[in-house]
């Protein structure tokens, strides 16, 4: 998996807080933590006196997740907002940019290929929602992984979270040049480990067995849900078997996008 990619995966079941880029909550103590979050959204956020009643109860929604990703025992937690999750790299780890930039902005000067159709998307780019349809109404950026999912920071109800692309009114993407040294998708080795191997790169596997017909050893289809258990481990050993050229390879790596395994060195392309 790439490195923007797999910075996006670390970034799963934060906290949505309005203007916020990354910032670590858990390094910080419970009452800290809520009284900076109910500060973001409220007295610090533009228009706070007219809008009082909504960027209260907006706070408090974003402090119940908060408590939620505590008592889960998710460690760390960390507050973002919709362009936060995409300048937090772009400025804050990478100094790739200087300033900060909202979602529009993200669209108009850091997007150099603005793209006609969502066709046209690959894994890293941005996809953008203006409500009039326009570029100047831009105000709500996500991020598309490949096969058909979208990471976004969505709201302060639930946070960053991953989305159907066909579920969501994208109007606007395109792709930043910046991250291109960001997103050569890494070989990754599939084995079963302690804590179990996850991520983006596990569900494009599962979703590339299932459709090649490789299953588990009660032949069922794997679940999709990112993690290299046991059952992903049969389903996989059987795609080895298949394409093996030794009887026991040492090394096994896969890439997604196209599906490609490597096995001791020798690259097999599973179509």
């Not at 900076?36 to 809008?51: C, F, S």
């Not at 349809?133 to 996500?142: A, E, M, Q, T």
């Not at 960001?182 to 079963?192: A, G």
């Not at 569900?203 to 046991?230: I, R």
């Amino acid at each position: 998996m790439s490195e923007y990619l797999d910075y996006l995966d670390s970034m799963l079941g934060s906290v949505y807080v309005y203007g916020a880029q990354g910032k670590e909550l858990t390094a910080m103590t419970q009452a800290e933590a809520e009284d900076w979050i109910r500060r973001k959204e409220t007295t610090l956020r533009p228009g706070y006196v007219t809008n009082k009643a909504k960027y209260d109860a907006n706070a408090e929604l974003a402090i119940s997740l908060y408590r939620q990703r505590l008592a889960a025992g998710m460690r760390p937690i960390y507050a973002t907002d919709c362009s936060g999750l995409v300048m937090n790299y772009l400025q804050n780890k990478k100094h790739l940019v200087e300033a900060d930039h909202s979602a529009k902005d993200i669209y108009r000067l850091l997007c150099d290929i603005k793209y006609d159709s969502l066709d046209q998307l690959r894994p890293g780019d941005p996809v953008f929602y203006a409500k009039n349809g326009k570029p100047s109404g831009i105000g709500h950026v996500g991020t598309y992984l490949g096969g058909g999912i979208v990471e976004e920071a969505k709201n302060q109800r639930e946070g960053v979270v991953l989305t159907a692309l066909k579920d969501r009114p994208w109007n606007f993407a395109g792709h930043i040049s910046l991250l291109d040294p960001y997103l050569v998708d890494e070989p990754v080795i599939f084995k079963l480990t302690s804590p179990r191997l996850r991520g983006f790169a596990v569900v494009d596997m599962q979703k590339a067995l299932n459709s090649a017909g490789y299953t588990d050893d009660e032949n069922k289809p794997l679940d999709a849900d990112g993690v290299f258990g046991p059952r992903s481990a049969q389903a996989f050993g059987k795609l080895i078997k298949a394409h093996a050229a030794a009887p026991e390879p040492h090394v096994i790596t896969i890439c997604t996008e196209p599906l490609t395994v490597s096995i001791d060195g020798e690259e097999a392309q599973i179509k």
